[in-house]
């Protein structure tokens, strides 16, 4: 019976000792340096199999030298192909550090190793180093013709119509993008082009005119003008409108002309009368709006060929101007044509807010004065009348929207006497 129990245990010890060995062979095989490659090591296409470090590093090398005279990344985006040559941005391998990093990794894998057998193939990453200044350069060289700048949103008017033309977004190369999938395409030593699709959103990058909050949309023409214009430049005449198309003025804000237009240069020929042209337009275009108050406007001396007496600005003095204050809740915008040398004049709005038209009544006329002067030329009871003169007058202007009329403000129009020239003296005639 002794020696039956025995037997067991001794096969036990058998068992112990033998995993004991095995262990043991293992750790040894985990702490093994290997001094020569694995029969099929490879780095990337590269074969370094069998090779000691030495080799090794004198195959890679030699690649190396091929890299730095033949090697070159080319960037493929729709029909363009781009090229930066590895010597541009000194593109190499990294000899050393590659083989560093893979005979430490066999050596520390030498238990891998020694189950799979030495015929088992292994790839390795290379340690591809370049000038990232250098890459930067290239890349922005290359690659800024693809930046386009957005195109905001527009509205125009044409033959009385608005227009709208809806945002066209931009593009913007992110730089950081691209260097990085370059980078990742030398670090594979790939000879490849590398395929760069234009509609990637990684590298191409979408970007709006106003990265803000949401746009007002402008939908109703809510009040409009037409004024004629005299024989001015062209090119004037396009400086004018330019400067008056597509003003927005917000809720509480200012119509300001001076914001708009040089309201300088009053001296030169045609200029003071286009610019009162201008104003007298943008004036009858906001006015007939409900909660648009003048808040700083000239009339003129006399009435004028384009528009009805009180309902003209002119620009005038030291601090000639045109403000007009917005108290309609809406944002407004104005947009302008010329047409038929004609001066048309549009107001936008999100809503279509209340507008009406503009009446000017004339009241409390007033006979020009009669001044006589003698010309001795002229026989007695000879006359001759030298200027017609002008009657005054005082001109009321009503806003009038639906069943309601508000009055705006008067103006006074002082007479201008007539200058007549008799032969005889008039003082026994007196004057009218």
């Known amino acids: ?19 004991l ?25 590269i074969n370094i199999g069998g090779l000691n470090y030495e080799e090794a590093r004198a195959r890679l090398a030699d690649y190396n030298d091929f890299l730095m005279s033949k090697g070159k990344v080319v960037a493929e985006v729709g029909q363009d192909r781009h090229t930066i040559s590895y010597d541009q941005i000194d593109a190499r391998i990294d000899v050393d550090k590659t083989l560093d990093r893979i005979f430490g990794e066999l050596s520390g894998n030498a238990v891998n190793v020694f189950i799979a057998g030495e015929s088992a193939r292994t790839d390795h990453e290379p340690v591809v180093t370049f000038n990232a200044g250098k890459l930067s350069a290239e890349t922005e060289k290359i690659f800024s013709q693809y930046n386009r700048d957005p195109v905001p949103d527009s509205y125009r008017i044409e033959d009385g119509s608005l227009v709208y033309s809806p945002e066209v977004s931009g593009i913007r190369v992110d730089y950081e993008a691209l260097e990085k999938r370059i980078g990742d395409h030398l670090n594979s030593l790939s000879q490849d082009a590398l395929v760069i699709l234009q509609d990637d959103p990684e590298i191409f990058v979408a970007v709006a005119s106003d990265p803000g909050g949401k746009k007002e949309e402008f939908r109703f023409i809510v009040s409009s003008s037409v004024i004629k214009l005299g024989e001015t430049d062209g090119n004037v005449e396009e400086e004018i409108l330019t400067g008056l198309n597509g003003n927005i003025i917000p809720p509480g804000g200012m119509v300001q002309l001076s914001q708009m237009l040089d309201l300088g240069g009053l001296a030169l020929e045609g200029r003071q009368d286009l610019l009162n042209r201008a104003a007298t337009g943008v004036y009858q275009a906001f006015l007939p709006i409900k909660g648009i108050t003048p808040v700083n406007r000239r009339p003129s001396d006399m009435a004028l060929p384009y528009a009805e007496p009180g309902l003209e600005a002119v620009i005038s003095g030291e601090n000639g101007d045109l403000v007009l204050e917005n108290a309609t809740g809406q944002t407004l915008m104005l947009l302008c044509e010329i047409k038929d040398k004609s001066l048309n004049c549009y107001v936008i709005s999100p809503e279509d807010i209340p507008s009406g038209v503009l009446v000017a009544y004339k009241k409390d006329i007033v006979d020009p004065p009669v001044i006589y002067s003698v010309n001795g030329e002229l026989k007695k009871g000879e006359s001759r009348i030298v200027s017609e003169g002008r009657e005054g007058f005082t001109i009321q202007v009503e806003r009038i929207i639906g069943n309601d009329r508000e009055v705006l403000y008067t103006d006074k129009y002082d007479p201008v006497s007539r200058v007549v020239e008799v032969g005889d003296s008039p003082l026994q005639k007196g004057s009218k």
């Open 21 to 45: 060995g095995s262990c043991t062979g293992i750790f040894a095989l985990s702490g093994y340096q290997i001094d020569r490659l694995p029969e099929v090591a490879y780095v990337n296409s």
């Open 1 to 19: 019976m002794r020696k039956q129990t025995k037997k067991p245990a001794w096969i036990l010890f058998a068992l112990l000792q033998a995993f």
